[in-house]
């Protein structure tokens, strides 16, 4: 393997939890310049945080290294209301919706991808076009049993929870999606890992070569306790005001500190490992890592100038107090505006 | 209850397993004058027997009735490949075969029903046109419960025999056939009794005014033993001699006898119950009344001039000798012409 490649590898691999299956990445690697890499959302989401930032991220390593990211918008599938990772079905959502919501979808994806080098598509364009016998031509690819075991369906399949036949044939959509666009590889968060793998297995049954899926895990809230959620309130969003989500940032523990620094910021694994190291030798301080993290954070996903200033603004309220009792103040994620700490000092 | 509805009621219920709800069958009946009666036939048997002509009788005494018969062949259909009552996918037909077992069938079939007061319809004029966002509005006025509640499909399940998902959307497309015809009535065996059901349950989602079912029984080959198939070799083909039908026909029991007037006679069960009193009471001779249900049999699936000729040569071989011993000889299936029993008696 060519140090590029393994180079690639460690940058693609870093902060993922599952790569399957790694040797065909490698191969894809070593075969093709630039691979076709699908990204899957449902326009049902309009409020973007750092949880969902953790894939987009990855996408734009991937971007980074040259290949060509898809952004695919479910316009179509998002008439289903998919269940994933649900109890209940969800209802469908409207025509005007789905494209108010895709563009609000778009306009914070933004903040983290090259739009210039993202090509956005709409799983419309294929789908409308099947016919009935399309669909069953593509629901013969699978049996009840093998959609019956998605981790969702296996539960309220036990729990006599109804299922709609509908969606049953979300996974199918999703999967057909891949073969459409004859992707190579496939990112989703670890409740997609299903609905991926559906496409790998599509993907063969439709003669092309299966994609390699890549799965990330759910990022931590600011509370390191429950997943990053617009619902739990421990959330950085990513239309907050830069100062805002800086402060926010700041106000994590250390330990979460390198989940946030491998999942969000510019390090692999073994740069984490090194800093992790520096920290406990005491050539790091914990303070001024956070401040790296935060910055690089707002960086990327706002701009450089508003991390300057957000810094700045950060410093401004510490300037005259030592680190090592600044970073005792942690802020509560009810409340973004750092402003309140010059009172409790 | 009219006079006119209550005999319309016996003639129709007469040989039927189930008529599903009877009050809703009374209701129509009183109201409209036509009914739509639907049944739906997938192109894949060309060979019909005296099996398949239960149902077809029921049509025609349907038809004799004044409702409209729409004899739908599931041309759509038959790229799936049904799996009622077979523990094992089928596969799917060609465009070609369709049609060539299509125009097979029909010819058949216009020997009971009377094909010019009979709507021939392909369920591709309505199939064909649904998008995949019309296939998951179907899908999603049923779940996977439902479906799996299917005797078959339970059975498989339960057997881990892999059931796939194309073979479930059936029951969907059997059931929206109803909805396109605004069906009032559909009838089939007892085999198909989930399929009616879901045309039934999809009428009421789609707001229209769910259809009766109706069930047949499935006709005992002449061995009086397994049902009349073609593969047992205990069968009556529609295609046959009317001589060679004949003496088939007289060749089942007496007991079997009865069934066949209930199922393919002219008469009710009441009036069947009346000849069996004939017998018992020495007024009625079993070897005339088999005489006539052949007779009647032939005349109605062939022709009258048929019967005519059927019955003397069946009659010149026995002229010599008094039913009452002729009744014994049994012909074995395998031997259609009558022509041995000469060189036996």
Chains 1, 2 share one sequence.
Not at 44 to 63: E, I, M, Y
Not at 157 to 172: A, C, D, N, Q, S
């Amino acid at each position: 393997m060519s140090q590029d490649i393994k180079k690639a590898l460690e940058i693609i691999t870093s902060g993922t939890v599952q790569v399957t299956p790694c040797e065909d990445l490698v191969k894809k690697l070593q075969t093709k310049k630039h691979l076709t890499i699908k990204f899957g959302a449902d326009p049902t989401a309009p409020d973007l945080h750092l949880g969902h930032a953790v894939v987009l991220h990855k996408l734009r390593q991937l971007q980074n290294l040259g290949h060509k990211i898809i952004f695919l918008i479910g316009d179509y599938t998002a008439r289903i209301g998919d269940p994933t990772g649900r109890s209940k079905t969800r209802p469908p959502l409207s025509g005007e919706e789905i494209a108010s919501n895709a563009q609000t979808y778009l306009n914070q994806v933004g903040k983290v991808l090259d739009l210039e080098q993202t090509k956005v598509c709409y799983n419309s364009e294929w789908l409308a076009k099947l016919s009935f016998a399309d669909v069953i031509h593509l629901c013969s690819k699978v049996t009840v049993a093998q959609l019956a075991e998605r981790e969702d369906f296996a539960q309220r399949l036990k729990e006599k929870t109804p299922i709609g036949m509908h969606e049953m044939m979300y996974p199918l959509m999703q999967g057909y999606d891949s073969v459409a666009l004859h992707a190579d590889v496939e990112l989703g968060g670890t409740d997609q890992t299903f609905n991926l793998l559906m496409g790998r297995h599509l993907q063969e049954t439709y003669g092309q070569e299966p994609q390699v899926i890549i799965t990330l895990p759910l990022l931590e809230g600011l509370d390191g306790v429950r997943k990053m959620s617009k619902s739990y309130g421990n959330y950085v969003g990513l239309w907050e005001a830069a100062e805002s989500a800086y402060g926010k940032i700041m106000s994590i523990s250390d330990e979460l500190m390198w989940r946030y620094y491998l999942l969000l910021g510019e390090k692999t694994a073994s740069e984490v490992q090194e800093l992790k190291q520096g920290v406990v030798q005491q050539t790091l301080h914990p303070m001024e890592l956070k401040k790296t993290l935060a910055f690089t954070i707002i960086k990327r996903f706002w701009s450089a100038d508003e991390a300057q200033n957000a810094q700045q603004q950060f410093e401004a309220l510490f300037q005259q107090r030592d680190y090592s009792a600044a970073q005792e103040v942690l802020l509560p994620p009810e409340t973004p505006n750092p402003l309140w700490i010059v009172e409790l000092l």
